[in-house]
Each structure stands twice: as C-alpha cells, then as structure tokens.
Nanobody, 120 residues
Framework: VQLQASGGGLVQAGGSLRLSCAASGSIFSIRVMGWYRQAPGKQRELVAESSSGITNYAESVKGRFTISRDNAKKMVFLQMNSLKPEDTAVYYC????????????????WGQGTQVTVSS
C-alpha cells in the first residue's frame, strides 16, 4: 500500500492551497484518512482527519481548513484557506487501511510528505 501526496508549495499569507493524497495497492477498506504536519523543531501534529463521515480538526485550523474524501477513488483532500506563516510545515497524509488478506486488521500508513511554505 502506498499513499501519494501532492499539492504543496509556496504561498503568501492569506492565500490558499489544496493538498491531495491517493491510496493505492492491495486495499480492502480505508477507515481513517487524515493529514498531519511537522514544522522544523516541532513534533508531528494532527491537522485534520475523517472517519465514517466524522471530521476532526486541530483548533488552530478550524474554520480555515476543510478535509474531504473521495472514497471511490481512495483519496483525501485538504483545502487550506487563509493560510498563515505558522502553517508552514511538511504535511503528511495518513490512513488506516485493511488488506483483502486480513480485512479485520487495520494498518497505519504514511505518505511521503509535501512541503507547505507560507510567506508573510
């Protein structure tokens, strides 16, 4: 199983970016899909996640970021609006996935990370 993230880049404060992540490989089901980020010198933190239609956001991004999924395409998106310099980080796609061989067992996977840089 692989998670391929894309959509990062450089944007001015107040701007927008949309991140995409596609899961591929031997997949039976995807329970949770989400986004984490890690800024230099800081721990990786949850940004947003989606599970069975329920979404959860970090307080710092509520009202500015929106997570969505396309379950048929095994994709998750993060629409980021009103970006701030403190949103600068490497953003990682995350998913909890089961395989056809073990459909009742979830394994956590991470994408390769995509850099988001917000200039002031």
């Amino acid at each position: 199983v692989q998670l391929q993230a894309s959509g990062g880049g450089l944007v001015q404060a107040g701007g927008s970016l949309r991140l995409s992540c596609a899961a591929s490989g031997s997949i039976f089901s995807i329970r949770v899909m989400g986004w984490y980020r890690q800024a230099p010198g800081k721990q990786r933190e949850l940004v947003a996640e989606s599970s069975s239609g329920i979404t959860n956001y970090a307080e710092s991004v509520k009202g500015r970021f929106t997570i969505s999924r396309d379950n048929a395409k095994k994709m998750v998106f993060l629409q980021m609006n009103s970006l701030k310099p403190e949103d600068t980080a490497v953003y990682y796609c995350n998913a909890h996935i089961s395989s056809p061989q073990t459909p009742g067992r979830l394994t956590e996977y991470w994408g390769q990370g995509t850099q988001v840089t917000v200039s002031s």
